[in-house]
Protein backbone atom coordinates (compact mmCIF):
# COMPACT_ATOMS: atom_id res chain seq x y z
CA UNK A 1 0.00 0.00 0.00
CA UNK A 2 2.93 2.47 0.73
CA UNK A 3 4.14 2.13 -3.03
CA UNK A 4 0.99 3.00 -4.61
CA UNK A 5 -0.07 5.67 -2.17
CA UNK A 6 3.64 6.95 -2.88
CA UNK A 7 2.49 6.61 -6.49
CA UNK A 8 -1.07 8.27 -6.16
CA UNK A 9 0.45 11.26 -4.22
CA UNK A 10 2.37 12.58 -7.34
CA UNK A 11 -1.19 14.47 -9.23
CA UNK A 12 -1.77 17.64 -10.33
CA UNK A 13 -2.00 20.39 -7.44
CA UNK A 14 -6.11 20.86 -6.70
CA UNK A 15 -8.44 23.08 -5.06
CA UNK A 16 -10.39 20.55 -2.39
CA UNK A 17 -11.43 20.65 0.54
CA UNK A 18 -10.49 16.88 2.29
CA UNK A 19 -11.40 15.23 4.69
CA UNK A 20 -10.47 11.78 6.84
CA UNK A 21 -11.36 8.59 5.58
CA UNK A 22 -13.96 6.45 7.68
CA UNK A 23 -14.99 3.53 6.51
CA UNK A 24 -18.00 3.73 4.58
CA UNK A 25 -21.80 2.35 5.53
CA UNK A 26 -24.87 2.05 3.90
CA UNK A 27 -26.57 4.77 6.43
CA UNK A 28 -26.83 7.96 6.31
CA UNK A 29 -24.20 10.14 6.97
CA UNK A 30 -24.29 13.96 9.00
CA UNK A 31 -25.32 16.82 6.88
CA UNK A 32 -23.61 20.21 7.09
CA UNK A 33 -24.47 22.71 4.61
CA UNK A 34 -22.33 23.34 1.57
CA UNK A 35 -21.84 23.55 -2.07
CA UNK A 36 -19.68 21.98 -4.40
CA UNK A 37 -17.89 21.97 -8.07
CA UNK A 38 -15.88 19.12 -9.51
CA UNK A 39 -15.01 20.12 -13.33
CA UNK A 40 -12.19 19.70 -15.76
CA UNK A 41 -10.88 23.81 -16.24
CA UNK A 42 -10.79 26.02 -12.93
CA UNK A 43 -11.92 28.45 -14.97
CA UNK A 44 -15.41 26.04 -15.27
CA UNK A 45 -15.39 25.40 -11.69
CA UNK A 46 -15.65 28.99 -10.47
CA UNK A 47 -18.45 29.89 -12.66
CA UNK A 48 -20.30 27.12 -11.00
CA UNK A 49 -19.23 28.51 -7.47
CA UNK A 50 -20.57 31.71 -8.51
CA UNK A 51 -23.82 30.96 -9.42
CA UNK A 52 -24.01 29.03 -6.15
CA UNK A 53 -22.95 31.46 -4.39
CA UNK A 54 -26.07 33.60 -5.71
CA UNK A 55 -28.21 31.14 -4.40
CA UNK A 56 -28.43 29.40 -7.54
CA UNK A 57 -29.23 25.35 -7.90
CA UNK A 58 -27.35 22.51 -8.98
CA UNK A 59 -28.47 22.54 -12.31
CA UNK A 60 -28.52 26.82 -12.54
CA UNK A 61 -24.48 26.14 -11.91
CA UNK A 62 -24.29 23.32 -14.71
CA UNK A 63 -25.70 25.95 -17.40
CA UNK A 64 -22.69 27.84 -16.16
CA UNK A 65 -19.65 24.90 -16.55
CA UNK A 66 -20.94 23.88 -19.59
CA UNK A 67 -20.91 27.24 -21.19
CA UNK A 68 -17.36 27.91 -19.86
CA UNK A 69 -16.28 24.31 -21.08
CA UNK A 70 -17.50 25.16 -24.81
CA UNK A 71 -15.16 28.18 -24.01
CA UNK A 72 -12.28 26.99 -22.32
CA UNK A 73 -11.77 23.14 -23.20
CA UNK A 74 -13.06 23.24 -27.01
CA UNK A 75 -11.68 20.06 -27.53
CA UNK A 76 -13.69 17.93 -25.43
CA UNK A 77 -17.33 19.25 -25.37
CA UNK A 78 -19.46 22.29 -26.25
CA UNK A 79 -22.96 23.95 -26.76
CA UNK A 80 -22.95 22.02 -30.41
CA UNK A 81 -22.84 19.12 -28.35
CA UNK A 82 -24.58 16.39 -26.32
CA UNK A 83 -25.06 15.12 -23.11
CA UNK A 84 -26.33 13.03 -20.16
CA UNK A 85 -27.50 14.56 -16.98
CA UNK A 86 -28.10 12.79 -14.10
CA UNK A 87 -29.85 14.94 -11.60
CA UNK A 88 -30.69 13.80 -7.55
CA UNK A 89 -33.62 15.53 -6.04
CA UNK A 90 -32.78 16.09 -2.09
CA UNK A 91 -36.34 16.74 -1.64
CA UNK A 92 -37.76 13.58 -2.99
CA UNK A 93 -34.48 11.34 -2.70
CA UNK A 94 -35.79 10.57 -6.68
CA UNK A 95 -33.16 10.22 -9.54
CA UNK A 96 -34.01 11.86 -12.70
CA UNK A 97 -32.11 11.63 -16.05
CA UNK A 98 -32.35 13.91 -18.84
CA UNK A 99 -30.81 12.60 -22.10
CA UNK A 100 -29.48 15.44 -24.45
CA UNK A 101 -27.97 12.92 -26.64
CA UNK A 102 -27.49 14.09 -30.26
CA UNK A 103 -29.88 12.54 -32.83
CA UNK A 104 -29.48 11.72 -36.79
CA UNK A 105 -31.05 13.84 -39.01
CA UNK A 106 -34.35 12.51 -40.91
CA UNK A 107 -32.34 12.64 -44.05
CA UNK A 108 -29.53 10.12 -42.50
CA UNK A 109 -29.34 6.29 -44.18
CA UNK A 110 -27.83 3.57 -42.71
CA UNK A 111 -25.21 3.27 -45.51
CA UNK A 112 -24.01 6.83 -45.19
CA UNK A 113 -20.19 6.13 -44.17
CA UNK A 114 -19.88 3.48 -47.20
CA UNK A 115 -18.01 3.92 -50.43
CA UNK A 116 -19.35 3.07 -53.70
CA UNK A 117 -17.80 -0.31 -52.98
CA UNK A 118 -19.57 -0.56 -49.85
CA UNK A 119 -16.55 0.01 -47.65
CA UNK A 120 -16.68 1.58 -44.24
CA UNK A 121 -14.87 5.33 -45.16
CA UNK A 122 -11.71 6.11 -42.85
CA UNK A 123 -12.67 7.33 -39.75
CA UNK A 124 -10.87 9.97 -40.05
CA UNK A 125 -12.51 11.38 -43.23
CA UNK A 126 -16.16 10.10 -41.67
CA UNK A 127 -15.40 12.36 -38.50
CA UNK A 128 -14.22 15.21 -40.84
CA UNK A 129 -17.04 15.38 -43.00
CA UNK A 130 -20.41 17.43 -42.81
CA UNK A 131 -22.39 13.76 -42.37
CA UNK A 132 -20.74 13.39 -39.08
CA UNK A 133 -22.75 16.11 -36.97
CA UNK A 134 -25.77 15.20 -35.27
CA UNK A 135 -28.20 17.49 -34.07
CA UNK A 136 -26.87 18.88 -30.62
CA UNK A 137 -28.96 18.35 -27.76
CA UNK A 138 -26.93 19.68 -24.73
CA UNK A 139 -29.03 23.11 -25.08
CA UNK A 140 -32.45 21.81 -25.37
CA UNK A 141 -31.50 19.27 -22.60
CA UNK A 142 -30.36 22.16 -20.01
CA UNK A 143 -33.16 24.02 -20.33
CA UNK A 144 -35.48 21.50 -19.94
CA UNK A 145 -33.82 21.00 -16.94
CA UNK A 146 -33.64 24.18 -15.53
CA UNK A 147 -37.21 24.80 -16.03
CA UNK A 148 -37.76 21.65 -13.48
CA UNK A 149 -34.98 22.60 -11.24
CA UNK A 150 -32.88 26.23 -11.71
CA UNK A 151 -34.14 28.64 -9.45
CA UNK A 152 -32.39 31.69 -10.94
CA UNK A 153 -33.32 33.11 -14.37
CA UNK A 154 -31.98 31.43 -17.54
CA UNK A 155 -30.56 34.60 -18.69
CA UNK A 156 -28.50 34.89 -15.84
CA UNK A 157 -26.14 31.82 -16.04
CA UNK A 158 -24.13 32.85 -19.66
CA UNK A 159 -22.03 36.18 -17.89
CA UNK A 160 -18.67 34.84 -16.79
CA UNK A 161 -18.40 32.51 -20.52
CA UNK A 162 -19.45 35.58 -21.94
CA UNK A 163 -17.12 38.04 -20.59
CA UNK A 164 -14.59 35.27 -20.82
CA UNK A 165 -14.93 35.11 -24.56
CA UNK A 166 -14.62 38.40 -24.98
CA UNK A 167 -11.58 39.44 -22.94
CA UNK A 168 -9.83 36.17 -23.56
CA UNK A 169 -8.39 33.39 -21.32
CA UNK A 170 -4.92 32.17 -20.84
CA UNK A 171 -4.26 29.07 -23.29
CA UNK A 172 -3.63 25.78 -20.72
CA UNK A 173 -1.13 23.26 -21.68
CA UNK A 174 -3.48 20.80 -22.50
CA UNK A 175 -5.19 22.85 -25.05
CA UNK A 176 -1.97 23.41 -26.30
CA UNK A 177 -1.07 20.38 -26.69
CA UNK A 178 -4.36 19.31 -28.69
CA UNK A 179 -4.30 22.51 -30.91
CA UNK A 180 -0.45 21.63 -31.88
CA UNK A 181 -1.01 17.94 -31.66
CA UNK A 182 -1.62 15.16 -34.44
CA UNK A 183 -5.61 15.27 -34.50
CA UNK A 184 -6.96 15.68 -37.68
CA UNK A 185 -9.75 17.78 -36.44
CA UNK A 186 -7.03 20.27 -35.27
CA UNK A 187 -6.01 20.62 -38.69
CA UNK A 188 -9.18 21.71 -39.99
CA UNK A 189 -9.76 25.34 -41.79
CA UNK A 190 -12.55 26.42 -38.98
CA UNK A 191 -10.29 25.10 -36.28
CA UNK A 192 -6.75 26.46 -37.80
CA UNK A 193 -8.95 29.64 -38.13
CA UNK A 194 -10.06 30.03 -34.76
CA UNK A 195 -6.65 28.80 -32.86
CA UNK A 196 -3.86 30.99 -35.38
CA UNK A 197 -2.53 34.22 -34.09
CA UNK A 198 -1.78 37.46 -36.79
CA UNK A 199 1.19 36.20 -37.44
CA UNK A 200 0.09 32.58 -38.95
CA UNK A 201 1.79 30.68 -35.98
CA UNK A 202 -0.46 28.14 -33.89
CA UNK A 203 -1.60 29.74 -29.92
CA UNK A 204 0.81 28.14 -27.22
CA UNK A 205 1.21 28.25 -23.86
CA UNK A 206 0.34 30.94 -22.08
CA UNK A 207 -1.19 32.91 -25.35
CA UNK A 208 -4.49 34.56 -24.55
CA UNK A 209 -7.62 33.45 -26.53
CA UNK A 210 -10.78 35.46 -27.73
CA UNK A 211 -13.53 34.02 -28.83
CA UNK A 212 -15.95 37.57 -29.71
CA UNK A 213 -18.22 35.52 -31.82
CA UNK A 214 -19.14 33.05 -28.73
CA UNK A 215 -19.82 36.01 -27.01
CA UNK A 216 -22.25 37.09 -28.90
CA UNK A 217 -23.57 33.72 -29.44
CA UNK A 218 -23.79 33.44 -25.62
CA UNK A 219 -25.96 37.09 -25.28
CA UNK A 220 -28.70 35.61 -27.59
CA UNK A 221 -28.58 32.54 -25.72
CA UNK A 222 -29.54 34.44 -22.60
CA UNK A 223 -31.91 36.64 -23.90
CA UNK A 224 -33.84 34.34 -26.59
CA UNK A 225 -33.11 31.10 -24.86
CA UNK A 226 -32.39 27.37 -26.83
CA UNK A 227 -34.58 28.90 -29.82
CA UNK A 228 -30.69 30.99 -30.02
CA UNK A 229 -29.15 27.88 -31.66
CA UNK A 230 -32.05 25.95 -32.93
CA UNK A 231 -33.75 28.11 -35.29
CA UNK A 232 -32.65 31.50 -37.13
CA UNK A 233 -29.43 32.87 -38.02
CA UNK A 234 -27.28 29.95 -35.94
CA UNK A 235 -29.57 27.10 -37.34
CA UNK A 236 -29.22 28.45 -40.88
CA UNK A 237 -25.01 28.28 -40.32
CA UNK A 238 -25.81 25.24 -39.02
CA UNK A 239 -26.94 23.48 -41.31
CA UNK A 240 -25.14 25.25 -43.82
CA UNK A 241 -21.72 24.08 -42.22
CA UNK A 242 -22.91 20.47 -42.30
CA UNK A 243 -24.17 20.75 -45.83
CA UNK A 244 -20.31 21.81 -47.55
CA UNK A 245 -18.27 19.53 -48.75
CA UNK A 246 -16.00 17.37 -47.97
CA UNK A 247 -19.28 14.71 -47.66
CA UNK A 248 -21.85 17.26 -47.04
CA UNK A 249 -24.62 16.09 -44.75
CA UNK A 250 -28.56 16.09 -44.72
CA UNK A 251 -29.12 18.35 -41.51
CA UNK A 252 -32.21 20.68 -42.61
CA UNK A 253 -33.34 23.36 -40.25
CA UNK A 254 -36.86 20.95 -39.72
CA UNK A 255 -33.98 18.93 -37.83
CA UNK A 256 -33.08 21.77 -35.87
CA UNK A 257 -36.28 22.57 -35.09
CA UNK A 258 -37.66 19.14 -33.77
CA UNK A 259 -34.99 18.47 -31.61
CA UNK A 260 -36.46 17.16 -28.32
CA UNK A 261 -34.43 15.65 -25.03
CA UNK A 262 -35.85 13.15 -23.09
CA UNK A 263 -36.55 12.80 -19.76
CA UNK A 264 -35.73 8.76 -18.37
CA UNK A 265 -35.88 6.45 -15.06
CA UNK A 266 -32.48 5.90 -14.04
CA UNK A 267 -31.39 1.74 -13.95
CA UNK A 268 -30.59 1.66 -10.67
CA UNK A 269 -29.12 -1.87 -9.25
CA UNK A 270 -27.25 -2.38 -5.56
CA UNK A 271 -23.87 -2.88 -5.66
CA UNK A 272 -22.54 -3.94 -2.09
CA UNK A 273 -24.43 -1.40 0.80
CA UNK A 274 -24.87 1.03 -1.81
CA UNK A 275 -26.85 2.26 -4.78
CA UNK A 276 -25.72 2.67 -8.36
CA UNK A 277 -27.94 4.64 -10.22
CA UNK A 278 -27.36 5.59 -14.39
CA UNK A 279 -28.59 6.37 -17.21
CA UNK A 280 -30.86 3.81 -19.43
CA UNK A 281 -30.08 3.04 -22.99
CA UNK A 282 -28.45 4.62 -25.58
CA UNK A 283 -25.95 5.25 -22.47
CA UNK A 284 -23.95 2.61 -21.49
CA UNK A 285 -24.86 2.43 -17.70
CA UNK A 286 -26.20 -0.92 -18.23
CA UNK A 287 -22.84 -2.44 -18.61
CA UNK A 288 -21.64 -0.29 -16.16
CA UNK A 289 -23.88 -2.14 -13.73
CA UNK A 290 -23.22 -5.43 -15.47
CA UNK A 291 -19.39 -4.97 -15.01
CA UNK A 292 -19.87 -4.07 -11.21
CA UNK A 293 -22.20 -7.05 -10.86
CA UNK A 294 -19.77 -9.44 -11.89
CA UNK A 295 -17.02 -7.42 -9.63
CA UNK A 296 -19.05 -8.18 -6.85
CA UNK A 297 -19.28 -11.98 -7.07
CA UNK A 298 -15.32 -11.93 -6.93
CA UNK A 299 -12.87 -11.18 -3.75
CA UNK A 300 -11.88 -8.08 -5.77
CA UNK A 301 -12.98 -6.02 -2.07
CA UNK A 302 -10.68 -7.87 0.01
CA UNK A 303 -7.64 -6.93 -2.19
CA UNK A 304 -6.20 -3.50 -3.51
CA UNK A 305 -4.36 -1.35 -5.76
CA UNK A 306 -0.71 -3.34 -5.38
CA UNK A 307 -2.54 -7.01 -5.77
CA UNK A 308 -1.81 -8.37 -9.55
CA UNK A 309 -4.82 -10.46 -9.23
CA UNK A 310 -7.20 -7.67 -8.31
CA UNK A 311 -6.34 -5.80 -11.72
CA UNK A 312 -6.57 -9.10 -13.48
CA UNK A 313 -9.75 -9.94 -12.16
CA UNK A 314 -11.15 -6.38 -13.04
CA UNK A 315 -9.46 -6.90 -16.59
CA UNK A 316 -11.71 -9.97 -17.28
CA UNK A 317 -15.17 -8.74 -16.25
CA UNK A 318 -14.52 -5.92 -17.94
CA UNK A 319 -13.82 -7.90 -21.37
CA UNK A 320 -17.06 -9.72 -20.34
CA UNK A 321 -18.71 -7.07 -19.93
CA UNK A 322 -17.82 -5.00 -23.13
CA UNK A 323 -18.52 -8.66 -24.99
CA UNK A 324 -22.28 -7.63 -23.79
CA UNK A 325 -22.14 -3.93 -24.48
CA UNK A 326 -20.77 -3.88 -27.81
CA UNK A 327 -23.31 -6.81 -28.72
CA UNK A 328 -26.73 -5.45 -27.40
CA UNK A 329 -26.35 -1.95 -26.25
CA UNK A 330 -27.66 1.01 -28.70
CA UNK A 331 -31.15 2.91 -29.19
CA UNK A 332 -32.94 0.19 -29.39
CA UNK A 333 -34.79 -2.61 -27.36
CA UNK A 334 -31.84 -3.60 -25.38
CA UNK A 335 -32.64 -6.37 -22.98
CA UNK A 336 -31.68 -5.08 -19.76
CA UNK A 337 -33.03 -7.25 -17.16
CA UNK A 338 -31.66 -9.83 -18.54
CA UNK A 339 -28.31 -8.20 -19.09
CA UNK A 340 -28.43 -7.44 -15.31
CA UNK A 341 -29.90 -10.92 -13.98
CA UNK A 342 -28.23 -12.17 -11.12
CA UNK A 343 -27.99 -15.66 -12.23
CA UNK A 344 -26.71 -14.36 -15.65
CA UNK A 345 -24.92 -12.15 -13.83
CA UNK A 346 -23.46 -15.05 -11.87
CA UNK A 347 -22.74 -16.93 -15.10
CA UNK A 348 -20.66 -14.31 -17.05
CA UNK A 349 -18.66 -13.73 -13.77
CA UNK A 350 -17.98 -17.61 -13.39
CA UNK A 351 -15.92 -17.04 -16.76
CA UNK A 352 -13.44 -15.55 -14.96
CA UNK A 353 -10.43 -18.52 -14.49
CA UNK A 354 -6.47 -18.18 -13.90
CA UNK A 355 -5.16 -16.76 -17.06
CA UNK A 356 -6.54 -14.39 -19.89
CA UNK A 357 -8.18 -16.62 -22.58
CA UNK A 358 -9.35 -15.88 -26.14
CA UNK A 359 -11.42 -12.71 -26.07
CA UNK A 360 -14.94 -13.57 -24.28
CA UNK A 361 -17.94 -13.43 -26.52
CA UNK A 362 -21.52 -12.26 -26.40
CA UNK A 363 -23.96 -14.37 -24.01
CA UNK A 364 -27.52 -14.77 -24.52
CA UNK A 365 -29.42 -12.80 -21.74
CA UNK A 366 -33.07 -13.25 -21.20
CA UNK A 367 -34.80 -10.71 -24.05
CA UNK A 368 -31.90 -10.40 -26.26
CA UNK A 369 -32.47 -10.75 -30.49
CA UNK A 370 -30.14 -11.80 -32.74
CA UNK A 371 -27.79 -8.54 -34.46
CA UNK A 372 -24.28 -7.97 -35.45
CA UNK A 373 -21.39 -8.13 -34.08
CA UNK A 374 -21.06 -4.27 -33.40
CA UNK A 375 -17.58 -2.45 -34.94
CA UNK A 376 -18.63 0.87 -33.51
CA UNK A 377 -15.04 2.89 -32.95
CA UNK A 378 -15.66 5.45 -30.23
CA UNK A 379 -13.12 8.35 -30.11
CA UNK A 380 -12.03 8.92 -26.84
CA UNK A 381 -13.79 12.67 -26.03
CA UNK A 382 -15.39 14.40 -23.92
CA UNK A 383 -15.29 15.93 -20.13
CA UNK A 384 -17.52 14.84 -16.89
CA UNK A 385 -18.56 17.57 -14.33
CA UNK A 386 -20.43 17.23 -10.87
CA UNK A 387 -22.39 20.03 -9.10
CA UNK A 388 -23.91 20.38 -5.91
CA UNK A 389 -26.39 22.62 -4.24
CA UNK A 390 -26.83 24.11 -0.85
CA UNK A 391 -30.06 22.27 -0.66
CA UNK A 392 -28.56 18.37 -1.41
CA UNK A 393 -29.39 18.17 -4.94
CA UNK A 394 -26.72 16.97 -7.22
CA UNK A 395 -26.19 17.07 -10.92
CA UNK A 396 -23.78 14.54 -12.08
CA UNK A 397 -22.67 15.08 -16.45
CA UNK A 398 -21.09 13.88 -18.68
CA UNK A 399 -20.73 15.99 -22.01
CA UNK A 400 -19.11 15.88 -24.96
CA UNK A 401 -18.62 16.66 -28.96
CA UNK A 402 -17.26 13.17 -29.42
CA UNK A 403 -13.82 13.84 -30.64
CA UNK A 404 -11.25 15.71 -30.22
CA UNK A 405 -12.58 19.96 -31.50
CA UNK A 406 -15.81 17.89 -32.81
CA UNK A 407 -16.05 17.61 -36.77
CA UNK A 408 -13.38 20.39 -36.60
CA UNK A 409 -15.57 22.39 -38.12
CA UNK A 410 -17.48 25.73 -36.16
CA UNK A 411 -20.52 28.21 -35.98
CA UNK A 412 -21.17 30.93 -33.86
CA UNK A 413 -18.01 30.33 -31.71
CA UNK A 414 -18.32 26.95 -30.63
CA UNK A 415 -17.65 23.35 -31.97
CA UNK A 416 -19.98 21.16 -33.67
CA UNK A 417 -20.35 17.48 -33.08
CA UNK A 418 -19.36 14.84 -34.94
CA UNK A 419 -21.21 12.50 -32.90
CA UNK A 420 -22.92 10.08 -36.33
CA UNK A 421 -19.51 8.66 -35.97
CA UNK A 422 -20.63 7.09 -32.83
CA UNK A 423 -22.84 5.05 -35.06
CA UNK A 424 -21.27 1.95 -36.10
CA UNK A 425 -19.96 3.11 -39.79
CA UNK A 426 -20.34 -0.72 -41.18
CA UNK A 427 -23.77 -1.13 -40.29
CA UNK A 428 -24.30 -4.92 -41.34
CA UNK A 429 -22.22 -7.59 -41.20
CA UNK A 430 -21.35 -10.58 -43.87
CA UNK A 431 -25.10 -12.37 -43.04
CA UNK A 432 -26.78 -9.02 -43.63
CA UNK A 433 -27.72 -8.94 -39.96
CA UNK A 434 -28.23 -5.12 -38.65
CA UNK A 435 -25.82 -3.83 -36.00
CA UNK A 436 -28.00 -2.30 -33.08
CA UNK A 437 -26.15 0.58 -33.69
CA UNK A 438 -27.10 1.18 -36.56
CA UNK A 439 -27.53 4.33 -38.20
CA UNK A 440 -31.14 5.77 -38.55
CA UNK A 441 -33.37 8.72 -38.79
CA UNK A 442 -34.03 10.15 -35.22
CA UNK A 443 -31.91 7.89 -33.74
CA UNK A 444 -29.24 8.51 -31.07
CA UNK A 445 -26.03 6.73 -31.34
CA UNK A 446 -25.17 4.49 -28.83
CA UNK A 447 -22.48 6.11 -25.73
CA UNK A 448 -20.11 5.06 -23.32
CA UNK A 449 -20.96 8.38 -21.29
CA UNK A 450 -22.16 7.06 -17.81
CA UNK A 451 -22.46 9.73 -15.49
CA UNK A 452 -23.31 7.90 -12.01
CA UNK A 453 -24.85 8.96 -8.88
CA UNK A 454 -24.22 6.77 -5.60
CA UNK A 455 -26.97 6.47 -3.08
CA UNK A 456 -27.78 4.66 0.37
CA UNK A 457 -30.07 1.97 0.70
CA UNK A 458 -32.59 4.49 1.75
CA UNK A 459 -31.49 6.61 -1.02
CA UNK A 460 -29.38 9.56 1.08
CA UNK A 461 -26.88 10.81 -1.35
CA UNK A 462 -23.48 9.82 -0.87
CA UNK A 463 -21.45 10.58 -4.09
CA UNK A 464 -21.17 10.74 -7.95
CA UNK A 465 -18.58 9.82 -10.55
CA UNK A 466 -18.04 10.53 -14.36
CA UNK A 467 -15.50 9.88 -16.89
CA UNK A 468 -14.30 11.20 -20.68
CA UNK A 469 -12.81 8.47 -22.64
CA UNK A 470 -15.19 7.33 -25.40
CA UNK A 471 -15.73 3.75 -25.01
CA UNK A 472 -12.87 2.88 -21.65
CA UNK A 473 -15.30 5.34 -20.00
CA UNK A 474 -17.01 2.63 -18.55
CA UNK A 475 -13.49 0.93 -16.96
CA UNK A 476 -12.19 4.46 -15.94
CA UNK A 477 -15.96 5.12 -14.10
CA UNK A 478 -15.45 1.43 -12.73
CA UNK A 479 -11.93 1.68 -11.58
CA UNK A 480 -12.76 4.69 -9.57
CA UNK A 481 -15.52 2.76 -7.88
CA UNK A 482 -13.70 0.08 -6.80
CA UNK A 483 -11.38 2.25 -5.37
CA UNK A 484 -13.79 4.24 -3.24
CA UNK A 485 -16.43 2.22 -2.26
CA UNK A 486 -14.21 -1.09 -1.90
CA UNK A 487 -10.75 0.01 -1.23
CA UNK A 488 -11.62 2.94 0.98
CA UNK A 489 -9.58 5.33 -0.89
CA UNK A 490 -10.36 8.51 -1.05
CA UNK A 491 -11.99 10.04 -4.24
CA UNK A 492 -8.44 11.58 -5.66
CA UNK A 493 -6.93 8.37 -4.91
CA UNK A 494 -9.77 6.54 -6.71
CA UNK A 495 -9.62 8.73 -9.72
CA UNK A 496 -5.93 8.37 -9.78
CA UNK A 497 -5.28 4.75 -9.70
CA UNK A 498 -3.77 3.98 -12.71
CA UNK A 499 -6.64 2.87 -16.19
CA UNK A 500 -6.71 -0.20 -17.06
CA UNK A 501 -8.96 -0.86 -20.00
CA UNK A 502 -9.82 -4.66 -21.70
CA UNK A 503 -11.57 -5.07 -24.27
CA UNK A 504 -11.53 -8.05 -26.49
CA UNK A 505 -7.98 -8.78 -27.26
CA UNK A 506 -6.74 -5.38 -26.49
CA UNK A 507 -5.52 -4.94 -22.97
CA UNK A 508 -4.10 -1.15 -22.83
CA UNK A 509 -3.29 1.01 -19.71
CA UNK A 510 -1.10 3.02 -18.03
CA UNK A 511 2.06 1.20 -17.99
CA UNK A 512 4.47 3.45 -16.34
CA UNK A 513 2.00 4.18 -13.34
CA UNK A 514 1.39 0.21 -12.25
CA UNK A 515 4.07 -1.10 -9.88
CA UNK A 516 6.40 -3.44 -11.63
CA UNK A 517 4.93 -6.67 -9.38
CA UNK A 518 1.52 -5.83 -10.55
CA UNK A 519 2.48 -5.53 -14.40
CA UNK A 520 4.27 -9.08 -13.54
CA UNK A 521 2.08 -10.44 -11.95
CA UNK A 522 -0.53 -9.91 -15.05
CA UNK A 523 1.86 -10.62 -17.24
CA UNK A 524 2.33 -14.30 -15.20
CA UNK A 525 -1.64 -14.58 -15.68
CA UNK A 526 -1.38 -13.68 -19.97
CA UNK A 527 -1.77 -10.45 -19.91
CA UNK A 528 0.75 -8.06 -21.25
CA UNK A 529 -0.59 -4.56 -20.47
CA UNK A 530 -0.20 -2.02 -23.50
CA UNK A 531 -0.17 1.52 -23.31
CA UNK A 532 -3.76 2.71 -25.08
CA UNK A 533 -4.23 6.21 -27.48
CA UNK A 534 -6.45 8.72 -26.90
CA UNK A 535 -6.95 12.03 -24.89
CA UNK A 536 -6.81 10.50 -21.51
CA UNK A 537 -9.25 9.69 -18.84
CA UNK A 538 -11.24 12.47 -17.93
CA UNK A 539 -12.32 11.36 -14.09
CA UNK A 540 -14.13 13.52 -11.59
CA UNK A 541 -16.28 12.92 -8.68
CA UNK A 542 -16.48 13.01 -5.00
CA UNK A 543 -18.10 11.28 -2.01
CA UNK A 544 -20.04 12.64 1.09
CA UNK A 545 -18.23 11.12 3.99
CA UNK A 546 -19.09 11.95 7.78
CA UNK A 547 -20.75 15.11 6.09
CA UNK A 548 -17.82 16.69 4.43
CA UNK A 549 -17.37 16.59 0.78
CA UNK A 550 -14.03 14.24 -0.24
CA UNK A 551 -13.55 15.60 -4.31
CA UNK A 552 -10.77 14.38 -6.48
CA UNK A 553 -9.94 15.72 -10.09
CA UNK A 554 -8.40 13.55 -12.97
CA UNK A 555 -4.88 14.57 -12.49
CA UNK A 556 -4.16 13.91 -16.01
CA UNK A 557 -6.43 16.62 -17.26
CA UNK A 558 -6.63 20.10 -15.51
CA UNK A 559 -9.41 20.55 -12.76
CA UNK A 560 -10.10 21.21 -9.70
CA UNK A 561 -12.68 20.15 -7.04
CA UNK A 562 -13.96 22.64 -4.67
CA UNK A 563 -16.53 23.02 -1.93
CA UNK A 564 -18.08 25.67 0.19
CA UNK A 565 -20.23 26.37 3.13
CA UNK A 566 -23.23 27.37 2.49
CA UNK A 567 -24.73 30.85 4.01
Known sequence: MQLIRALLSIVAAISVTSCARPPLAGTPQPKRAQYFVVAANPLATEAGLAVLRRGGSAVDAAIAVQAMLSLVEPQSSG?????FLNYYDA??????????????????????FLDASGTALPIDQAMLSGRATGVPGAVRMLKLAHEEHGKLRWSSLFGDAERTAEQGFVVTPRLSRFVNGSGPQAAAPDARAYFREADGTLIEVGDRLRNPAYAEFLRRLAAEGPDAMYRGQTAERIVARTRAGPLGGTMTMADLAAYRPVKREPLC???????????????????????MAILERTDISERGPNDPQAWFIFAEASRIMYADRDRYVGDVPVPVHGLLDPSYVAGRAALIGERAGAPPVAGRPQGAVAAAADRTLEPAGTSHFVVGDAQGNVVSMTTTVESLFGSGRMVDGFFLNNQMTDFTLQPRDAEGRLSVNAVAPGKRPRSSMTPVIILTDDRDFVGAFGSAGG?????????????ALDWNLSAQEALSLPNLVA????????????????LEGLRAR??????????????????????RFDGGA????????????AG
Open 91 to 112: GSRQIIIYDGRETAPAGAREDM
Open 79 to 83: LGGGA
Open 269 to 291: RTYRVHLLCVPPPPSSGVGLLQL
Open 471 to 483: NAILAYVAKSLVG
Open 526 to 547: GIELRPGQGEDSGLHGMMIRNG
Open 503 to 518: RGSNFNGEVTKFPPQV
Open 554 to 565: DPRREGVAKAEP
